[in-house]
């Protein structure tokens, strides 16, 4: 079965910085390209970042583009979100996703709080 | 960036009702790369829809996506209790790779 749990997330003042862990278990990790997805209290998903399986190509959006960097280490079955100079509109529960082009699988979030 | 603009922002309906959802894209989105999601409150985004018209690994018939030039819709053919909750279209085709908004379907 597979699982996805991330970790790391908390309570951050505005300037900071944070790293974000995702496990995976149930399937072979470096067969899969890896996506981050946030989402802001009662607001809509946000897609974050995403990482090929050899970390080849990485792509972001552009909210988080130059503060934070994707990364990813197969022999641990891990994926990483380092997220710096956080600000207040990065507070969100921060799910990891296994890729198939769509998102088939989700870890049950980590929630990141930026705040003085 | 492609936009994707979902309607009705709400959706009040009654179990055994039908529910049409819509999720109009900013520019053109292959089928392929046009997926549907459920979330629950406190949950995961679970994967409904694929490839426009897909459903995911034990999904049930009722969900039926279908796709017509930039516009795509989620069918949800007779409503049942579990299915109220928050439903969101996803282009993965080109990066960066985009949301809508969501539907929310609420119970009447």
């Known amino acids: 079965e597979v699982h996805l749990v991330e970790s790391g997330g908390g309570l951050v003042q505005p300037g900071r910085s944070l790293r974000l862990s995702c496990v995976a278990s149930g399937f072979i990790f470096d067969d899969y390209a890896m996506h981050w997805v946030r989402q802001a209290p009662g607001k809509g998903l946000e897609w974050v970042s995403g990482?090929?399986?050899?970390?080849?190509?990485?792509n972001y959006a552009d909210s988080v583009k130059g503060r934070f960097t994707v990364s990813r280490d197969n022999a641990k079955n891990s994926l990483y979100l380092q997220m710096n100079s956080l600000t207040i509109a990065d507070t969100a529960l921060y799910f990891c996703?296994?890729?198939?082009?769509?998102?088939?699988?989700w870890g049950q979030g980590t929630l990141v709080t930026v705040s003085s | 960036e492609i936009v994707l603009t979902q309607s009705p922002g709400t959706l009040s309906l009654s179990p055994g009702e039908r529910a049409t959802l819509s999720c109009r894209a900013s520019?053109?989105?292959?089928?392929?790369?046009l997926g549907w999601y459920q979330q629950k409150p406190g949950q995961a985004p679970r994967l409904l829809i694929y490839g426009a018209s897909s459903r995911a690994t034990g999904i049930p018939d009722r969900f039926t996506g279908s796709a017509s030039g930039t516009d795509f819709t989620l069918t949800i053919s007779r409503l049942e209790p579990e299915d109220f909750a928050v439903y969101y279209c996803h282009q993965y085709g080109i990066s960066p790779y985009t949301f809508g908004q969501g539907t929310k379907v609420g119970i009447k």
């Open positions: 996703a296994r890729n198939q082009g769509y998102l088939d699988y």
């Open positions: 520019q053109i989105v292959s089928s392929t790369y």
């Open positions: 990482i090929t399986w050899n970390s080849g190509r990485i």
